[in-house]
């Protein structure tokens, strides 16, 4: 349903539920976003007021996704429609939501997308230039934010001459696309500036990718946006990992009733696969690095093992460890865990997901409310995040590839991804129909933001 119609549904008032104990503390999540945005160079009056309203007790509306480098539009757009919903939902007598975006930075490093973005060209070979991190020896199973060679890429050497080329042969066949040359070259030495600032600032390749993103959507775009990396997070999560896993086999019997209950057919995510009888609902974080799946040892919610086949420990994690290991950044929920502390630890109000997360947080829904507690609305982002509602999608750059297709083959292809949001929202960026904001920077203020109607691309800090 569109976004005004589905504001009412969003609780009128925060969610307490502490059944597996309270929600985290506000002032030590706080800490934790503020040195994130320090670094950032995004620590901006618009995300201090973020971090006001939070300190003061607004609910939270999040997105939650992996820092993929140069991130595409569609999770940009995840984060704009999250914050038009905190606005929708704001009132005279309710506190502003604040927008948090979730840092999973405590994933596994083996998507591509962590490492390459994709940015439409009609007259590449592919439709498609590919940047790419440099290539570091590749650990399959290794933690995002354990991977500490970070680098700047020289983007602008990169696409200098292909972007001159592109420009030219759009400009030839749509002599509409409003955007000069150098206004391009403009908008590709800012993104390589976010790219070379963070390199100097990163601890880590996850932190070196969620400062660039911060710094489009906070600086660029304009989305006063609170980032909280989500490995610090979770160590404040000790007392809520030892409940759920106290209370795992319980939970793998509702998970088990939910699969097999009539509203649940046909559907492919199975919950009680997911819970899995043998399993423990947490990833162990081995010594080396490594993602180690843990094993009941001797019966649910008592001791399980895992066996590290790189350095060859064996490891063994029982009830009395657990909220030690989960301070410790040892133990990592694994998906149905992850989103029950959606419900409990993090007392969200309503989320923002990609269209592959809303089958698993449904049923999480359901589960949660046999176990008792109360559900949490969720917007699903779909195919209108790139659409001209989030004003993500460089329509001049769509028009001129069609207008390419005759004489370039793969323009067609370029002109899909632009518009599919699988594009990297660098690209949205280089291409924007709209001039940029005079320098300045978004303020909590700017008009701008309400409608998301136009990209702001502000003088650098």
Not at 411 to 428: D, K, T, V, Y
């Amino acid at each position: 349903m569109p976004l005004a119609e589905f504001a009412p549904h969003v609780p009128g008032a925060a969610v307490v539920q502490e059944r597996w104990g309270p929600q985290l503390d506000r002032a030590r999540i706080l800490r934790i976003s503020r040195e994130f945005h320090r670094r950032a160079g995004t620590l901006t009056e618009a995300v201090a007021d973020e971090h006001r309203r939070y300190r003061a007790g607004a609910a939270v509306i999040r997105t939650a996704h992996q820092p993929n480098y140069l991130a595409s539009s569609n999770i940009v757009g995840q984060a704009v429609m999250a914050d038009r919903l905190r606005r929708l939902c704001g009132s005279a007598d309710r506190l502003p939501a604040v927008h948090m975006f979730t840092l999973i930075d405590y994933d596994i490093n083996t998507d591509r997308r962590y490492r390459h973005a994709l940015l439409p060209s009609p007259t590449s070979r592919d439709g498609s230039i590919a940047l790419s991190l440099p290539a570091m020896r590749h650990v399959h199973d290794v933690f995002m934010f354990t991977e500490t060679e970070t680098t700047a890429v020289d983007l602008v050497g990169r696409l200098d001459l292909r972007l001159d080329h592109d420009h030219a042969a759009l400009r030839k066949a749509h002599p509409n696309l409003a955007l000069s040359r150098d206004l391009l070259h403009q908008r590709l030495d800012r993104i390589a500036g976010h790219l070379a600032f963070a390199a100097g600032q990163a601890r880590s390749r996850s932190e070196y990718t969620a400062i660039v993103l911060s710094r489009l959507m906070n600086l660029d775009l304009g989305y006063s946006t609170m980032f909280v990396p989500g490995h610090r997070a979770i160590r404040l999560m000790g007392a809520h990992f030892a409940a759920i896993w106290s209370e795992w086999p319980d939970i793998v019997k509702v998970a088990d009733t939910v699969d097999a209950s009539p509203e649940w057919s046909g559907h492919a995510f199975h919950g009680g696969t997911a819970a899995g009888q043998l399993l423990a609902p947490f990833w162990l974080r081995c010594l080396c690095g490594r993602r180690l799946r843990l094993v009941w040892r001797d019966r649910p919610a008592g001791a399980a093992r895992a066996e590290c086949a790189e350095c060859r420990l064996e490891h063994t994690v029982d009830p009395t460890r657990v909220a030690e290991l989960g301070t410790a950044n040892r133990l990592i929920p694994r998906v149905l865990a992850d989103d029950l502390l959606d419900f409990t630890a993090w007392g969200h109000w309503a989320g923002c997901d990609y269209s592959g997360g809303l089958e698993h947080y449904q049923f999480s829904s359901l589960l949660a409310q046999r176990l008792g507690l109360a559900p949490l609305p969720i917007h699903l982002s779909d195919d209108l995040l790139y659409q001209p509602e989030t004003d993500l999608m460089p329509s001049g750059f769509v028009a001129a590839a069609a207008a390419l297709e005759r004489e370039y083959p793969h323009a067609a292809r370029a002109g899909r991804l632009a518009s599919s949001g699988r594009a990297s929202i660098a690209h949205a960026l280089l291409w924007a129909d709209k001039e940029p904001m005079k320098p300045g920077g978004p303020t909590s203020e700017h008009p701008g933001r309400e409608r998301g109607d136009r990209l702001a691309v502000v003088a650098a800090q």
